[in-house]
Nanobody, 133 residues
Framework: QVQLVESGGGLVQPGGSLRLSCVVS????????IGWFRQAPGKAREGVAC????????HYASSFEDRFTISRDNAENTVYLQMNNLKSEDAGVYYC??????????????????????????WGQGTQVTVAS
């Protein structure tokens, strides 16, 4: 199992940018899908973007794909979420999560499933993102 610690949230004005970081520790030698998920007040948790630690395959929710970028630094065991042109509706608690992946299944399928179902084996504690002027 892995442990995840998020950082980088905060208050930003509409149109601004933030970069979230997720440091992954534990069984990092095993392939995982690492994802960012958002939970707005009173709403269900939803997938934002996910990436395969095995081959870097990514998946984005349609609401975010033209403004957000997920990336990984395997040497630092860190996954980033660069968020640009933030909108008020992007606000919420952003969670980093990891799901053990089967590397014998096409990673496009694996990553998409984790992101769309918002299910994962391990979760971080979350970081708050507030977008307001």
């Amino acid at each position: 199992q892995v442990q995840l610690v998020e950082s980088g949230g905060g208050l930003v004005q509409p149109g601004g940018s933030l970069r979230l970081s997720c440091v992954v520790s534990g069984s990092t030698s095993k392939p995982h899908t690492i994802g960012w998920f958002r939970q707005a007040p009173g709403k269900a948790r939803e997938g934002v973007a996910c990436i395969s630690s095995f081959d870097g395959t990514t998946h984005y929710a349609s609401s975010f794909e033209d403004r957000f970028t997920i990336s990984r630094d395997n040497a630092e065991n860190t996954v980033y979420l660069q968020m640009n042109n933030l909108k008020s509706e992007d606000a919420g608690v952003y969670y980093c999560a990891a799901d053990l992946a089967n590397r014998f299944i096409p990673q496009k399928t694996v990553v998409q499933m984790v992101c769309t179902t918002a299910t994962a084996d391990s979760w971080g504690q979350g970081t708050q993102v507030t977008v307001a002027s």
